[in-house]
């Protein structure tokens, strides 16, 4: 990976801005090197998505970066073994995870509190369906990753926003309008993002202390998912909901080593339901599908990431901190229109465009079609999103310098764009 103190010619000084050209991942970390198929590359998808193929990915959330090694060399072993047959390998990853969150979070676990599922977003559905009867309210707070709409809503319950409050260029929850809803409202799940993704908010003990109180008042659940919870920038502690250990009844986490480790694509996901009684309930749906069987690869992969991807792990996260705070100082000197909401941990950024005051779709069209980036629309997080773009900044240093000169050039350039949406495909936004 590349050194976090390597500089550059794309450090942002006023002689190197204008030539995004030298900016060109030089690193062993780039994308080009690995084949197109994956989704946030694949030309049909971003065809179907933006309406154009020559873009810079930078909106699925998934890393440009190679995996730890004992994890490349897990699989290589698994891959040389050649025998597949049938083995359960659940428990010892469960042992791992206790081991990891004591060491790394100081927070105590039980192993027989844990479940395995195939992904986070199952998990969140088969919680759903397990806590809650069809017409139920589940809330989230927007903006926030948009699948949990899907999966509340195919679920047939119905999605309960209490939208975030913006306070000094922070993200807040609003408590006052959630025990509004909490009173009024059929509520029954509370659908925590922690860390927020796209915020990227890690909330305080505080925060979660209150959240806690009002779950106990009104006898809702909290289901935390927390697949970010290991990318955390410096001076931020992660508390997970499952540290407040008085209140097991109402509470159910989901985590996965997907985003931690790099393996979106390869990874299982896991429970952690410390209340007996509720653990068994879910465990035997999970058990009549058969969820729980797991895949061999993904189990040792996990392994190997869990007791040997330490070291790897914070020279990532240092390496991206480092291209937040860039970004940060980049946009700061450089382009005071776009601000930075700055994050505490996730990688992925939410830029604030509103001081273009452009349409969504008017600012989905600048983005694919001027700076020539295929970046995640802030409509798709909830309608407080809208002025808003998510970008993913897992990737090599200099691409993400390309990718805000290019930003620069358009946003000068946008008093002159006229916004087409009478095409097909017109950008991915005229729809949203
Ligand atoms: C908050 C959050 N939950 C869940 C997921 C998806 O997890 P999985 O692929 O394991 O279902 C993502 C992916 O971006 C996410 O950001």
């Known amino acids: 990976m590349e050194k976090s103190n390597k500089t550059s010619c794309c450090t942002p000084t006023a002689e190197t801005n204008s030539n995004a050209d030298c900016c060109a991942p030089t690193t062993e970390i780039q994308t080009q090197s690995f084949e197109n198929n994956f989704a946030k590359s694949n030309p049909n998808f971003l065809k179907s998505m933006f309406g154009r193929t020559d873009l810079m990915p930078l909106w699925i959330a ?13 699989l290589q072993r698994l891959v040389n073994r050649g025998n597949f047959a049938y083995e359960f390998n659940a428990d010892k990853v469960f042992n791992a995870l206790v081991n990891w969150n004591q060491k790394r979070h100081g927070l105590t676990l039980e192993s027989k509190s844990f479940l395995q599922v195939s992904g986070v977003l199952t998990g969140i559905g088969l919680l759903i369906r397990s806590l809650s009867d069809e017409g139920d309210g589940v809330m989230v707070q927007t903006p926030v990753y948009h699948q949990f709409f899907k999966v509340i809503q195919s679920a047939n319950r119905s999605v309960v926003e209490n939208p975030l409050r913006m306070a000094n260029g922070s993200y807040e929850m609003d408590f006052e309008h959630m025990e509004q809803q909490l009173k009024t409202q059929n509520i029954k799940i509370i659908l925590l993002c922690n860390p927020h993704n796209p915020i990227g908010r890690v909330w305080k003990k505080t925060e979660l202390q209150q959240l806690v109180a009002l779950a106990n008042k009104y006898n809702v659940r909290i289901i935390s998912d927390e697949i970010h919870s290991d990318i955390i920038y410096s001076n931020t502690k992660f508390n997970s909901i499952a540290s407040f250990s008085d209140s097991p009844q109402h509470i159910a986490v989901i985590g996965s080593p997907a985003k931690t480790f790099g393996m979106q694509s390869i990874s299982n996901g896991y429970l952690y339901i410390p209340d007996t009684q509720t653990h068994q309930q879910v465990k035997k749906i999970i058990g009549s599908l058969y969820l729980d069987h797991g895949n061999a690869l993904s189990a040792y992969a996990t392994l190997a990431a869990y007791t040997q991807g330490e070291a790897w792990l914070d020279e990532t996260v240092g390496y991206i901190e480092e291209i937040m705070n860039w970004v940060a100082a980049f946009l700061q000197k ?9 994050p505490d941990g996730t990688y992925q950024i939410w830029l604030d465009f509103s001081a273009l005051n452009l349409s969504p779709d008017a600012l989905g069209q600048l983005m694919v079609h001027k700076a020539k980036l295929a970046l995640t629309p802030g409509t798709w997080f909830g309608s407080n999103g809208a002025q808003f773009m998510r970008m993913n900044i897992a990737s090599p240093k200099a691409k993400i310098q390309r990718a805000f000169y290019q930003i620069k ?8 764009f006229v916004p087409d949406c009478s095409t097909e495909g017109s950008g991915g936004c005229c729809n949203c």
């Open 62 to 74: 998934d890393m440009d970066f190679k995996v730890a090694e004992p994890i490349t060399k897990e």
């Open 409 to 416: 050039k358009a946003v000068r350039e946008a008093k002159d």
């Open 334 to 342: 450089e382009l005071p229109e776009v601000k930075l909401v700055r």
